[in-house]
Structure formats: C-alpha cells, structure tokens
C-alpha cells in the first residue's frame, strides 16, 4: 500500500526543488481558429421585380406627369418637401372623386404613351433565364396599370406571375403586394429579393417585408447625399440586371 506523507513532511524528506519539465505549448483558439467553415448562405426561393424602369427601359417623363397633374406651383412646393420623390398616387386619394379621376386620366395619358415606347431593360431576359434554370420564381409588382402588364407579356414573352398592377391596393410602398406574392408562393418573405430602380418604392416594400431589397441605380442618382439618412438602405445595390446574376450566386443558396 502506497504511503501518503502530509505536504511538509514530503518538503523535507525532498529538499532540493522538483525538476522542471517543459510541456508542450498549445496554441491558443482565436475567432480565425475557430472554425473555417464559410457562413451559410440565405436560401433564395423568388425575386419579385418593378416593371417601369427596372424591367423596362425608363420612357415616361415623371416630372412631366407630375406637373400636368398638380400644376406647376404644387409641384414645386411638394417636390422641395420630398426630395426623395413625389408619391402622386398616395398624393391624389385625398382628392375629391372628380379631381381624382381627372388626375387618373391624366397619369393614364402619359403611360399610354410610354407603352408605344416600350424596350426591354438590357440583362431582364437574360437574368429570367438564369432563374428559370435555378427553379426560383418570378413574381411581378407596378404601380402602373394591369394593361401595360399584359402588354408586357405579350411583347417580350416573358411570364411573371403572380404580376400585380396598381389595380392591388394597398400598392407599393406597402408591403401588402409582396407578402401577398410570398403566400401565393408559400414561401418566407425572408426567402425571397425585391428588385426595384426606386428607394421610396421598392426597397421600402422589400425591407418592410422582411425581404431582400436590391436597387437599381443605373445613373448613380442615389449616390447623392440627399439619400444618406433614409430610413430604408437596401441589401444590395447595381448598377444594370447584368451584375444581378453574380450577385445571387455570390451571396445566396440557389438550390431547389
């Protein structure tokens, strides 16, 4: 049986110190150490797009229709109180029934005649192709009307669906269209990207949502520091459909 001896008694019968033994140095864990693994990436099930000047080349003069229908002196005093744009039609549904319907017909005037102009944005037919050969859908939101959706459709063979126009109230940028879009595709908000070319409009929509937003700035115009303090900064930002395919398989998992 082994003899236990109490510490002093152990000091004494072994005066001279202990040997030094050298253990070997284990490295110490950091956040670089800890693990390799590459963060995993937000699953991505639909990307619902603007139509007028996302999907669309931008043929309608905004500023135009908006003078005709507020006159000039309104037009100014509203512009200088939102910088970031005027939202005519929430602006008109304070309006009497007859002045809004002279309104109406007036914005309607003007989108006529951007649908004789009508061209497809450079990069939408390609990017559509890309999500089909992915599985993700295509859903479709405008503040224009279902005729210029249709007439879409039928111009450039392309099929979005569910394509809801101004017709669907609330519209943009309510959330309301998006997660009607969301539910009609049972899938999460957070699954799915909003692609639109207007701050107050479509990214608004999408982060209000819980979605993904992606603007399209062609011309860098949200570059400007007017923009700095809104409210709502999207997740992404290009500047042509074309870096948008990069962007997806850089950033999300495309699997079915």
Same mark, same amino acid.
Not at 29 to 48: D, E, I, Q
Not at 72 to 92: F, M, Q
Not at 230 to 237: I, R
């Given at each position: 049986?082994?003899?236990?001896?109490?510490?002093?008694?152990?000091?004494?019968?072994?005066?001279?110190?202990?040997?030094?033994?050298?253990?070997?140095?284990?490295?110490?864990?950091?956040?670089?150490?800890?693990?390799?693994?590459?963060?995993?990436?937000?699953?991505?099930?639909?990307?619902?797009?603007?139509?007028?000047?996302?999907?669309?080349?931008?043929?309608?003069?905004?500023?135009?229709?908006?003078?005709?229908?507020?006159?000039?002196?309104?037009?100014?005093?509203?512009?200088?109180?939102?910088?970031?744009?005027?939202?005519?039609?929430?602006?008109?549904?304070?309006?009497?029934?007859?002045?809004?319907?002279?309104?109406?017909?007036?914005?309607?005037?003007? &989108?006529?005649?951007?649908?004789?102009?009508?061209?497809?944005?450079?990069?939408?037919? &390609?990017?559509?192709?890309?999500?089909?050969?992915?599985?993700?859908?295509?859903?479709?939101?405008?503040?224009?009307?279902?005729?210029?959706?249709?007439?879409?459709? &039928?111009?450039?063979?392309?099929?979005?669906?569910?394509?809801?126009?101004?017709?669907?109230?609330?519209?943009?940028?309510?959330?309301?269209?998006?997660?009607?879009?969301?539910?009609?595709?049972?899938?999460?908000?957070?699954?799915?990207?909003?692609?639109?070319?207007?701050?107050?409009?479509?990214?608004?929509?999408?982060?209000?949502?819980?979605?993904?937003?992606?603007?399209?700035?062609?011309?860098?115009?949200?570059?400007?520091?007017?923009?700095?303090?809104?409210?709502?900064?999207?997740?992404?930002?290009?500047?042509?459909?074309?870096?948008?395919?990069?962007?997806? &398989?850089?950033?999300?998992?495309?699997?079915?």
């Amino acid at each position: 049986m082994p003899l236990l001896l109490p510490r002093a008694t152990a000091l004494f019968l072994f005066p001279f110190p202990f040997p030094k033994f050298k253990f070997p140095k284990i490295p110490m864990a950091n956040s670089n150490t800890l693990s390799t693994a590459a963060p995993r990436r937000a699953r991505l099930r639909g990307v619902v797009f603007d139509m007028d000047g996302t999907l669309t080349v931008p043929v309608i003069d905004f500023a135009a229709m908006y003078r005709a229908v507020l006159g000039e002196k309104e037009y100014i005093r509203i512009r200088a109180e939102n910088p970031s744009g005027i939202d005519i039609l929430h602006h008109i549904e304070s309006w009497s029934p007859e002045k809004q319907q002279k309104a109406y017909e007036t914005i309607a005037d003007f &989108e006529r005649q951007g649908l004789d102009r009508l061209q497809i944005m450079p990069g939408a037919a &390609e990017l559509c192709g890309f999500l089909d050969s992915k599985n993700i859908r295509r859903g479709l939101i405008t503040r224009n009307v279902k005729t210029a959706v249709d007439l879409f459709h &039928e111009r450039f063979k392309l099929s979005f669906t569910p394509a809801l126009g101004r017709e669907y109230r609330p519209y943009k940028p309510d959330p309301a269209p998006l997660l009607h879009i969301c539910a009609a595709w049972e899938v999460e908000p957070s699954e799915v990207m909003m692609v639109g070319d207007s701050l107050k409009d479509d990214v608004v929509c999408g982060k209000r949502a819980g979605s993904f937003a992606c603007l399209l700035d062609e011309s860098g115009r949200y570059d400007s520091p007017e923009y700095a303090n809104f409210d709502y900064k999207p997740d992404f930002k290009v500047s042509s459909l074309t870096e948008v395919q990069s962007l997806l &398989e850089a950033h999300f998992d495309l699997s079915p």
